[in-house]
Each structure stands twice: as structure tokens, then as C-alpha cells.
């Protein structure tokens, strides 16, 4: 999405930058590992205000550029992720089908497994079930509100599932910070949890860091994204 007050190359120029950054970091610590570039797509609008989602016709056409920017820059998978809406996280996932890469389809929702648009995490992931992710995910839910995400999306598809939550609490003002008590090792913990409802798909987002993620290879068989 080009933004307000930046050339239109821009976006090109700087995705092209990331994506190379990206590759320059793989080549010197794969260490013999196999390693994907991700490009990420998210909401175009605020994260956790739904009801500031753009037009369809802006959602169609800003995402459909920004998953073509990615492929053509060099990203070997995409990830939609943080989307807090069924239409906007549907056109997103047609966007990115479309550039054959293959891609994951990630929801941010409330406590109570719901989107924050109020619709139900499961009719979001049967919605984008026919456009063939490689996995359906929540990411940035509290670690708290992840095993029953997890419990819906489990009876909800097939698909491989999994989650990448953030480590972080909601003060009264509506601020996010980070929770000093999501140490490494208790989030490597919660995860055993995870992945006895099924998970495949694990990680971390806010407030996450190396520490975390290592904690997690340490712990757990198997860690598909990091």
C-alpha cells in the first residue's frame, strides 16, 4: 500500500530493499537450513478497527499490488496476517492465490474466538478454506485466548493450523505492552499445549523475541515459522 506523502516508487524501491535485506540474512545464517522469505500482507487499515476498513473495490486493488510487489521483489511465500475481517482477509487470500505463491492466512481475534469484527473465527476460516492456504493461523492474541482459537479451528478444517501469539496485555486505556511474566520458557510451555490440540504451524509476534523462539525449537519436535 503506497502511503500518503511518499513517492509512488516508493513501495517498490522499499520492498525490494526488504526482500534483499531478507536474502543477505538467510545466506549468512541459514547454517545449511532451509529457510523461506515471507512477505507479509495485513489489514490496510488499523489492525484491531475493523470498522475502518476501506471500500471493496480499494481492498481489491491495494492488495492485489502489494502481493504482486512481494512476488516480483523476490518473497518465496506470502503471509496475510493480523486480519480482522472476513471480506478483507478473503480478498487478500485471492490476491495472493493469484501470484502462485503459496501463502497462510492469519486472523486476529478477541476472547472469545470471534474476529474483532464480531465474526466467528470459524466461519472465517471456512470462508478461505476453497482458495487453498497452506495453513490457516491467529497471530497477536494473547497467550490466554490462544488454546480456544486453537480448539475452534481444529473442528473447523482440515487444513493445517496453528497460531503465532503476542506476549503482551491490554491496559485500561486500550494501550498494548509488553507482560514480563511471558518469559521464554513459560511461552515454550503453553505451546506443548498448542500443539495437543493440533497446532503445526508455531511462533511468535508482539513483545516475542529470539529468546522465545528458541525456546520453542528447544522444546517442542517440530517449529515450522519462526
Same mark, same amino acid.
Given at each position: 500500500m503506497t502511503k500518503v506523502g511518499r513517492a509512488p516508487g516508493d513501495a517498490d524501491r522499499l520492498t525490494e530493499t526488504a526482500l534483499r535485506l531478507a536474502a543477505e540474512g538467510r545466506d549468512r545464517g541459514a547454517g545449511g537450513r532451509t529457510v523461506w522469505i515471507g512477505g507479509s500482507l495485513g489489514p490496510l487499515e488499523d489492525c484491531y478497527r475493523p470498522e475502518d476498513a476501506p471500500p471493496h473495490e480499494?481492498?481489491?486493488?491495494?492488495?492485489a499490488d502489494q502481493a504482486k510487489r512481494l512476488a516480483r521483489a523476490g518473497a =518465496?511465500?506470502?503471509?496475510? =496476517?493480523?486480519f480482522n475481517r472476513i471480506d478483507e482477509a478473503t480478498i487478500a487470500a485471492r490476491a495472493a492465490r493469484a501470484t502462485g505463491l503459496p501463502f497462510t492466512v492469519s486472523f486476529v481475534c478477541r476472547g472469545d474466538a470471534r474476529l474483532f469484527s464480531g465474526e466467528p473465527l470459524a466461519d472465517a476460516?471456512?470462508?478461505?478454506?476453497?482458495? =487453498?492456504?497452506?495453513?490457516?493461523?491467529?497471530?497477536?492474541?494473547p497467550l490466554d485466548e490462544t488454546a480456544a482459537c486453537l480448539?475452534?479451528?481444529s473442528r473447523a478444517t482440515a487444513l493445517p493450523f496453528g497460531?503465532?501469539?503476542?506476549?503482551?496485555?491490554?491496559g485500561p486505556t486500550g494501550a498494548w505492552s509488553f507482560d514480563p511474566s511471558v518469559t521464554p520458557e513459560r511461552f515454550a510451555a503453553l505451546a506443548k499445549d498448542w500443539m495437543r490440540l493440533g497446532a503445526q504451524v508455531l511462533g511468535g509476534c508482539c513483545g516475542t523475541s529470539p529468546e522465545h523462539i528458541r525456546a520453542l525449537r528447544e522444546s517442542l519436535p517440530l517449529v515450522l515459522v519462526e
Open positions: 480499494a481492498m481489491e486493488r491495494e492488495h =518465496e511465500l506470502l503471509l496475510l =496476517e493480523t476460516v471456512r470462508a478461505v478454506e476453497p482458495l =487453498e492456504p497452506a495453513a490457516v493461523l491467529v497471530n497477536c492474541t480448539d475452534v479451528m497460531c503465532y501469539p503476542n506476549a503482551g496485555v491490554v
